[in-house]
């Protein structure tokens, strides 16, 4: 059994900066791909950003060029630096987990972690 733990979440100004963490136990960690993804109040889960085993990284449109995962698998741990932040970027955010840790995945996650809110205030 595979857990996530998010944290790093709050309440930021717009044009702020947060940086998430998940903290995973229970498998290999450096062997699975690693995603996050945020849902707001009354909308769809949606893909944020992707990263594989080896640091490899993949973005949706809307955090390109402001958002940055990375990983430290020494550590089990795998970030979300949110930089220029926009009230629509309010949700909770969730970090997941999947085998086939070479490939970048938008979806098809196995393990899911609890989430964590982030409020971006205008």
């Known amino acids: 059994q595979v857990q996530l733990v998010e944290s790093g979440g709050g309440l930021v100004q717009a044009g702020g900066s947060l940086r998430l963490s998940c903290s995973a136990s229970?498998?290999?960690?450096?062997?699975?791909?690693m995603g996050w993804f945020r849902q707001a109040p009354g909308k769809e889960r949606e893909f944020i950003a992707a990263?594989?085993?080896?640091?490899?990284?993949d973005y949706a449109d809307s955090v390109k060029g402001r958002f940055t995962i990375s990983r430290d698998n020494a550590e089990n741990t795998v970030y979300l630096q949110m930089n220029s932040l926009k009230p629509e970027d309010t949700a909770v955010y969730f970090c997941?987990?999947?085998?086939?840790?070479?490939?970048?995945?938008?979806?098809?996650?196995?393990?899911w972690g609890q989430g964590t809110q982030v409020t971006v205030s205008s």
């Open positions: 997941a987990a999947r085998p086939g840790g070479s490939l970048l995945w938008r979806g098809n996650y196995d393990y």
């Open positions: 229970g498998h290999t960690f450096s062997s699975y791909a």
């Open positions: 990263i594989n085993w080896s640091g490899a990284t």
